[in-house]
């Protein structure tokens, strides 16, 4: 990705050699004007949502879209809510057609194909989980919420994330998943 914050821009160029120690192929985001975070993507199991945000702007998402055209992968642009930092801020993916969303972001129509659980008023931080496997990582301190999730069938684990979301970190911002070949 090219990181649309300034003082991340070096990010791609620290990350691509090792990426290349694992993968055969890789491609990076390098268009002139071109940004996108990967905080503003969120990958289905049908397509790929991308959030239009101060940090991910139509170039990026043009760009990413030609990148991944020629696996199949279908790319649909979508807007951040005004105020929030990322796309993903506001939701995560709990299966492949369950996604975990504040009610603003819900609202927009976004995800009229899918499953929807809105996380629960006043508990909107909650709505950036990770799914690993079979179990869903949230932050702890949004019981609601987690009811909300266990009702609906999920496995989930609590974590403390009060330290981090004070500098907007988000349980996706602190995870690196990836499956090395």
């Not at 160029?13 to 390098?30: F, K, N, S, T």
């Not at 990967?38 to 289905?44: A, E, F, H, P, S």
């Not at 959030?51 to 649909?76: C, D, F, K, M, Y």
């Not at 194909?113 to 006043?122: E, Q, S």
């Amino acid at each position: 990705m090219r990181p649309g914050a300034p003082s991340r821009l070096g990010e791609a160029a620290e990350m691509a050699p090792h990426l290349r120690a694992l993968y055969g192929d890789v491609r990076q985001i390098e268009g002139e004007g071109s940004f996108i975070e990967g905080g503003d993507i969120l990958v289905t199991g049908r397509e790929i949502l991308v959030g239009r945000s101060a940090r991910t702007n139509a170039a990026g998402i043009a760009e990413l879209s030609r990148v991944v055209a020629p696996w199949g992968h279908q790319l649909r642009e979508v807007q951040t809510p005004p105020g929030v930092l990322h796309f993903k801020t506001d939701c995560s993916l709990l299966d492949g057609g369950t996604v975990l969303s504040t009610a603003r972001l819900a609202a927009s129509g976004c995800f009229a194909d899918y499953r929807v659980i809105l996380t629960a008023p006043g508990e909107e931080a909650a709505a950036n989980s990770v799914r690993f496997n079979d179990l869903v990582l949230m932050p702890a301190g949004f019981p609601a919420t987690r009811d909300r999730l266990a009702a609906a069938g999920f496995t989930i684990r609590e974590i403390g994330n009060s330290e981090c979301a004070k500098l907007d970190g988000g349980m996706s911002c602190l995870s690196l998943r990836f499956t090395p070949l």
